[in-house]
């Protein structure tokens, strides 16, 4: 960028102006003989363009200030020094302070450009973009002074002559600080979107990797006061078993008939498990829920979990909701999700685009083209290092497989919804539009349990089937034997197994997934338990020691959700 600055196509300067009427000689005599008075060269370049002296020199003022402030070596050397010693500075504007006081902590703030965090950067910028406070970037006078050393020295300038000191001061503060702050001002603001990015990826593969619940019967609640609560009910594979809505808060106050109506429905169903949206009367539901539980015989007690319901409403308007439960009420569709992420977190939040999940900070403020292309990174990271089971998996889920995407992900479930469940993996390739490109792409993230090659349920892939035969040969079993036998893998050298395909770290993967074939990389299913009588910030004592659940990270803290509907 810098050697190529002198050559840049630019907006037009003066210097360009200065040089068209002719000035450029004059500039390069007034370098040629510092000693001398530049007004003894001017008067030799007066035309019709250029009336006097004055205007004369000012040209050649502007010429040589732009050639100083151009010069690649100049600007190579200077950066790193006024990179370190640069403040950003934010203040108020006059009379904003009412309007803008969530910016109040900016409102007369200085602190060092290289270390500025990225939380701190981006609030800023935004108080900035509100009208709120002004934003610069300051360059202290020492720095400046030693600048205009390194800009006479590169350049040869004697600065003994006032006319060339007063360039090298114009070429400093005219040309060279207003590019490198607003170079400055450009890479902060990148710096600091890369970071809010990075912490959105991170909070969203923790999300799409928590432990799931597991195949269970589980109960969606999705709180709400005025409108109720909605219920739905779903089976082991998250198929909708039945709906209900219960007001047992102002202005209805049914408590009764909302137990009486959630227990029937536990009793009806068997429930094992039931799913708590964590907004507005959460806690409320979370204690109704209690009451509930009481009216039930020991031994026959769901387990009753808090999750977060963020994206919930978004998956209830949209297309994909609408097509998976096409006569449900939207209301009740939120219910749904939220019974479903506590079953398999990964298979739910796959459905609902990454940015309405809400976990990060400043997602508004970065640039959404990159952070949509990271957060569908991390998603599709989380579903193949997890792997999926491709007789239950939705094509939502599908689609983020290595290979597949959304079209070829409704040519399985099409297929699926005709023959029937896969019986291996090999079966893959009758499906219309997948051909042996993706097959290879695919293969080694589905999973088909019960089927007639063993091997389909593990990691493995298709094309290292006969590798891991003859590691099982090796042992003197079958397949089915072995798989999961940890105790006669033990021994296996894995260097017998490597060929010219299969590499050493190949076949350790190999050997490690017959040992646990099918792993889960998620951790075990726990919940946080809230402590009872704590519903309200009011609650709060001093020494209290309380358990909950992580809901974001971002670089100034961690979010808790102890429960008294603000996350601490």
């Not at 006024?82 to 109040?104: H, N, S, T």
């Not at 390194?150 to 590019?179: E, Y």
């Not at 997602?363 to 990271?374: E, G, I, N, P």
């Not at 989380?382 to 599908?398: I, P, Y």
């Amino acid at each position: 960028e810098d050697i190529y600055a002198p050559y840049k196509p630019k907006t037009r300067t003066r210097a360009q102006t200065a040089i068209e009427n002719g000035l450029l000689p004059l500039a390069e005599a007034i370098m040629a003989d510092q000693k001398a008075e530049p007004e003894a060269f001017a008067a030799a370049f007066l035309n019709e363009k250029v009336a006097d002296v004055k205007e004369a020199l000012n040209g050649a003022r502007e010429i040589l200030a732009e050639r100083f402030a151009t010069n690649a070596d100049t600007v190579g050397k200077l950066r790193p020094r006024v990179k370190a010693a640069a403040k950003i500075r934010a203040r108020v504007i006059e009379g904003k302070e009412i309007e803008g006081a969530k910016f109040k902590d900016y409102f007369d703030h200085k602190e060092e450009w290289a270390k500025a965090p990225s939380h701190r950067v981006l609030a800023m910028l935004r108080g900035a973009e509100a009208g709120v406070l002004t934003f610069d970037v300051d360059i202290d006078e020492d720095t400046a002074s030693h600048a205009k050393v390194v800009i006479a020295g590169d350049n040869g300038v004697l600065t003994a002559n006032p006319f060339l000191a007063k360039c090298v001061d114009w070429s400093w503060k005219i040309k060279m600080a207003s590019r490198l702050v607003t170079e400055m001002t450009s890479e902060m603001r990148e710096r600091a979107e890369a970071e809010a990015i990075d912490v959105f990826v991170k909070n969203m593969k923790a999300l799409l990797l928590a432990a799931p619940a597991g195949s269970k019967t589980t109960m969606g609640l999705d709180p709400g006061i005025r409108t109720g609560v909605k219920v739905a009910v779903v089976d082991a594979t998250g198929k909708l078993l039945d709906t209900d809505t219960v007001y047992p808060f102002a202005p209805r106050n049914d408590i009764r008939g909302s137990l009486a109506a959630l227990a029937g429905l536990v009793r009806k169903h068997n429930v094992e498990l039931i799913a708590i949206g964590n907004g507005t009367a959460s806690r409320e539901t979370d204690a109704l829920t209690a009451e509930m539980l009481k009216m039930l015989p020991p031994g026959r007690k769901p387990a009753k979990v808090i999750v977060s319901e963020a994206g919930a409403s978004v998956y209830s308007a949209s297309e994909l909701a609408s097509k998976e439960m096409p006569g449900v009420d939207v209301s009740l569709r939120g219910a749904v999700s939220i019974a479903r992420r506590l079953q398999d977190p990964l298979s739910e939040l796959v459905k609902i685009e990454p940015k309405a999940i809400g976990v990060g900070q400043y997602q508004h403020d970065v640039d959404q083209t990159r952070l949509s292309k990271a957060l569908s990174g991390a998603v599709e990271d989380s579903v193949n290092s997890v792997g999926v089971d491709l007789n239950t998996a939705s094509a939502a889920l599908l689609s983020y497989i290595a290979g597949v995407g959304p079209t070829l992900a409704d040519s399985i479930v099409e297929y699926r919804n005709q023959n029937g469940a896969f019986r291996s993996r090999s079966e893959l390739k009758k499906v219309p539009r997948l051909g042996e490109k993706a097959f290879g792409q695919c293969a080694g993230f589905l999973r088909v349990t019960g089927g007639k090659e063993p091997l389909d349920a593990s990691s493995v892939h298709p094309e290292a089937y006969d590798v891991a035969r003859q590691i099982v040969k090796a042992c003197g079993r079958d397949v089915r034997d072995i798989m999961g036998d940890e105790k006669s893998l033990r021994g296996i050298d894995p260097a017998r197994f490597v060929t010219e395909s299969f590499g050493l770290p190949t076949i350790r993967d190999i050997l490690d997934e017959l040992r646990k074939p099918g792993r889960d990389p998620r951790p075990e299913f726990r919940t946080a338990a809230l402590m009872d009588g704590v519903n309200e910030i009011s609650d709060l004592r001093p020494g209290m020691r309380l358990e909950g659940t992580v809901t974001n990270v971002t670089a100034f803290g961690a979010f808790v959700d102890i429960g008294v509907h603000q996350d601490g």
